[in-house]
């Protein structure tokens, strides 16, 4: 059984008279430490997707089964432990706290589990060692991608999800980010997925997701990611 298998997952919303399908029997498997990237056009369900995976929406139909587990039948309070303990999230535009320092940030997520990582030695992990204490207004864009990066994986999460994460930063700086990311998957084993639009980053993962119309068009293993300073995008 594979770490992640999503099988059939369709969510509806309603709009006035209609109801859109935002995902439409959705299936796919991700096996545990891989980087995956989930692509498609704006609209096309990537969001609800990853937020479905997160547990912070839950689906009308189908199953989503991470490590056996399927969420979809978790009770709000399962629910609750599985977005603490399971789960790391990234934001296109960081979602950091505005009065707290990079290390306060970190710490503050840290706090709700057992068993965090030191904030000091993952911030030096994605070269902030020394913006310690300092503030997210203080910090460039992907410095303050790179606090949230930390404090995501802060926690040991078993699944990194981004949403975005480079649609804010510039060419250098996003590569920056990508390589952290995809140095979580390949040295800490977490699996990594990310959720975007620009379909020239598809060469770096081990497995491309893409979506059309609120459904897989396609899913693709590469064999041999490229590494993140061979692409151009
Ligand atoms: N909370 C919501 N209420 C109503 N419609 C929504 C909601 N969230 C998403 N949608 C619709 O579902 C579709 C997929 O949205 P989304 O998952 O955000 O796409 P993407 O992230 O790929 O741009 C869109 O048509 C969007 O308008
Ligand atoms: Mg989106």
């Given at each position: 059984m594979a770490f992640i298998e999503v099988k059939k997952s369709s969510k509806f919303y309603q709009m006035g008279d209609t109801v859109i399908a935002a995902n439409k029997e959705i299936s796919f498997e991700i096996e545990k430490g891989e980087l995956v990237i989930i692509l498609g056009s704006s609209g096309a369900g990537k969001s609800t997707l990853?937020?479905?995976?997160?547990?912070?929406?839950?689906n009308d139909e189908g199953q989503v089964?991470?490590?056996?587990?399927?969420?979809a039948q978790l009770s709000s309070k399962e629910l609750t432990n599985y977005r603490r303990d399971d789960v790391g999230f990234?934001?296109?535009?960081?979602?950091?706290?505005?009065n707290l320092t990079a290390k306060e940030n970190v710490e503050l997520a840290a706090e709700i589990v057992k068993d965090a990582m030191d904030a000091e030695a993952i911030l030096e992990?994605?070269?902030l060692g020394h913006r310690l204490h300092n503030f997210p207004a203080q910090l460039s864009g992907g410095e303050q991608q790179r606090v949230s990066i930390a404090r995501a994986v802060a926690k040991r999460p078993k699944i990194l999800?981004?949403?975005?994460?480079t649609g804010a930063l510039d060419y250098q700086t996003g590569k920056q980010v990508l390589q952290i990311l995809q140095n979580m998957a390949r040295k800490q084993g977490t699996t990594v997925i990310i959720v975007?639009?620009?379909?020239?980053?598809?060469?770096i993962a081990d497995r491309v997701i893409r979506l059309r119309d609120a459904q897989v068009y396609t899913v693709e293993c590469n064999s041999q990611p490229?590494?993140?300073?061979?692409?151009?995008?």
């Amino acid at each position: 059984m594979a770490f992640i298998e999503v099988k059939k997952s369709s969510k509806f919303y309603q709009m006035g008279d209609t109801v859109i399908a935002a995902n439409k029997e959705i299936s796919f498997e991700i096996e545990k430490g891989e980087l995956v990237i989930i692509l498609g056009s704006s609209g096309a369900g990537k969001s609800t997707l990853l937020n479905i995976l997160g547990g912070m929406d839950t689906n009308d139909e189908g199953q989503v089964l991470i490590d056996g587990v399927d969420i979809a039948q978790l009770s709000s309070k399962e629910l609750t432990n599985y977005r603490r303990d399971d789960v790391g999230f990234v934001f296109q535009f960081y979602n950091l706290v505005a009065n707290l320092t990079a290390k306060e940030n970190v710490e503050l997520a840290a706090e709700i589990v057992k068993d965090a990582m030191d904030a000091e030695a993952i911030l030096e992990q994605v070269g902030l060692g020394h913006r310690l204490h300092n503030f997210p207004a203080q910090l460039s864009g992907g410095e303050q991608q790179r606090v949230s990066i930390a404090r995501a994986v802060a926690k040991r999460p078993k699944i990194l999800l981004c949403d975005e994460p480079t649609g804010a930063l510039d060419y250098q700086t996003g590569k920056q980010v990508l390589q952290i990311l995809q140095n979580m998957a390949r040295k800490q084993g977490t699996t990594v997925i990310i959720v975007t639009h620009n379909s020239s980053l598809a060469p770096i993962a081990d497995r491309v997701i893409r979506l059309r119309d609120a459904q897989v068009y396609t899913v693709e293993c590469n064999s041999q990611p490229q590494s993140i300073s061979d692409i151009e995008y």
